[in-house]
């Protein structure tokens, strides 16, 4: 195993051994290729560069305490790119050689998961792009999917607290039938604008609401939001949000302890009925929320009074991460050992 101070990683990146790639050509996709290169060679009219023709997935591989490589729902990110894919015209990967590609980069990389106790991982980065050449705003005819890992942090280095987010009007990251639903570049072009301007202003991340009206609740930068009230699960229908795998099975697991779940249109000025909210995503599973302030406003909702999570978003946060490492059997069939 490398040394590296594994509890104090940032999300960010650090260098491993290997990348796996795969190029379409010809109407085929190519075998995979295993390469130390950071770098990749690319045409300067690439689909990619000019017109956006690109998608990537988030995910992670963790130890568990028995020692065991454990993927998370997998499927479903692939699910997700082979969606992201066709929203914008580009040759969608087939399973068998996203899960080869997917082995292949954890495990020659297996020095670089982190150990288990530690609240590290190793972030799964599968990207694909159009690397054929166009001029004229066409999809390319050759794609490259490649897929690199790096290591990081726990994503709360002080703890599971309650984050201050803010509302904006003046940035949209996407449009009802835009591109909203896929994870394709262009969406996270469009929200850098909302999320510097409220890291500016001190707070952790841009709630977004709807693009027309400006009076339902989308997202929370790259997360999607929940709310908890009178013992229900309560998250946003849109079609202009990222259909997240971590809400998605949040869904699951609050009716698995008893909850009720609701996914519907949710209005801004229900926040200030909600017991309990947060973000939610694979970076962070639960980002706990404990002030949102439109900053048109100026109103300020606020929750945790004692400074703590609520009590439903610390059992959802914990069982959701118990099920990850393997700490607590995984009732869903979730987990994917890779050994
Ligand atoms: C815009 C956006 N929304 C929501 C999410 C959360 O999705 P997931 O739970 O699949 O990580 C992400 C992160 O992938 C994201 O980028």
New binding site residues.
Partial sequence: MVDLKWSELPFGYIKTNYNVRAYFKNGNWSKLEITDKEHIDIHMAATCLHYGQEAF???KAYRGKDGKIRLFRWE??WK?LQNSANGILMEPVPKDLFFEMLKTVVLKNEEFIPPYGTGASLYIRPLLFGSGVRVGVKPADEYTFLIFVTPVGPYFKEGFKPVKIAIIRDSD?AAPLGT?TL?VGG??AA?LRGGERVHAEGYGAPMYLDAIEKKYID??????FFAIKDGTYITPKSSS?????????LIQLVEHLGYKAERRPVREDELSGFEEVGA????AIISPIGEIKDLDSGEVYKYCPDGKPGPISTKLYETLLAIQYGDMEDPFGWVTFLD
């Fill in positions: 997935e988030g995910m479903e990110n997700r990251r909203g994870k969406n996270y929200s997202e929370i930068g790259a997360a999607n949000i990222l259909p997240s795998i971590t809400n998605k099975s939610c995503g694979t970076a």
